[in-house]
């Protein structure tokens, strides 16, 4: 059974948001497995000042986590939000065992979204330019990311693949330079949007910020499908052309 989209999730959470004085939250933490995804960071940039999010590894002690930082709250509820945020990913230190779990928790900043996704978009119209002629190289490297522990199902890191586009001696060529120069954009986007995060030792050298890459299995057609309902491929064709 597939959970709420991510897009009505937007809807319920605005039926809230609306009343509060800035008419949005301060933060917003996402627990749970892929949040921390472009589309849906992109989707919720209007729900919260603030947005945590995880990557991947749903296994991890939210709980724990959750009363460390609401303790923190309650014992001192004169705290800022920056502080409180600072908080949050520091609770994760406290709780994780970074010795055995996997995990990247990523603080983002929402104002920083829309140049993120046009950079995004960027990326996404000229790596639907060089599939034309690259299609095999760009998914080898997609699939070396996606077989990595660190990754559940078709998601890759925003980051690591914008890197290793940039670092392929297949993409060299001057044909390919604005290929290269978009996954630059991309990631200094990202940095820029980036707050902070905290990790195992396995998610260093990871953004935190993921996409989606749609496979052929029925249930990834239907996943698919449903990500041209997003705000995402609404605002930004080259990336509805490319899911």
């Known amino acids: 059974v597939l959970g709420m989209p991510v897009n009505q999730l937007r809807e319920e959470i605005a039926s809230v948001s609306h009343l509060l004085p800035g008419g949005k939250f301060d933060i917003l ?11 849906n960071v992109y989707e919720l940039r209007d729900a919260a000042e603030l947005v945590l999010t995880s990557t991947f590894n749903v296994e991890q002690p939210h709980h724990e986590i959750i009363a460390e930082w609401y303790r923190d709250l309650q014992s001192q509820p004169e705290l800022t939000r920056d502080e409180l945020a600072a908080y949050m990913l520091d609770a994760e230190r406290l709780a994780q065992d970074t010795s055995r779990s996997v995990f990247l928790t990523t603080l983002w900043n929402t104002a920083a979204m829309e140049p993120l996704a046009s950079a995004f978009n960027a990326f996404s119209a000229n790596w639907l330019a060089a599939s034309a002629t690259q299609a095999p190289a760009l998914l080898t ?77 029925d249930l990834d057609t239907l996943v698919g499908d449903a990500y041209y309902g997003l705000s995402l491929s609404r605002d930004y064709s080259a990336w509805a052309n490319y899911v």
Request: aromatic share 10%; charged share 15%; hydrophobic share 40%.
């Open 29 to 39: 933490a996402l627990y749970a497995r892929n949040m921390g995804t472009i589309e």
């Open 141 to 217: 490297l997609r699939d070396e990311l996606m077989q990595s522990e660190l990754h559940n199902g078709v998601n890759v890191d925003i980051m690591e693949y914008a890197n290793r586009i940039e670092a392929s001696p297949v993409f060299q060529d001057a044909q390919y330079v604005d290929l290269v120069s978009s996954a630059q954009g991309l990631v200094a986007a990202a940095q820029t949007a980036r707050i902070n995060a905290f990790g195992s030792e396995e998610g260093h050298g990871h953004m935190g910020l993921c996409f989606y890459f749609p496979t052929q299995t």
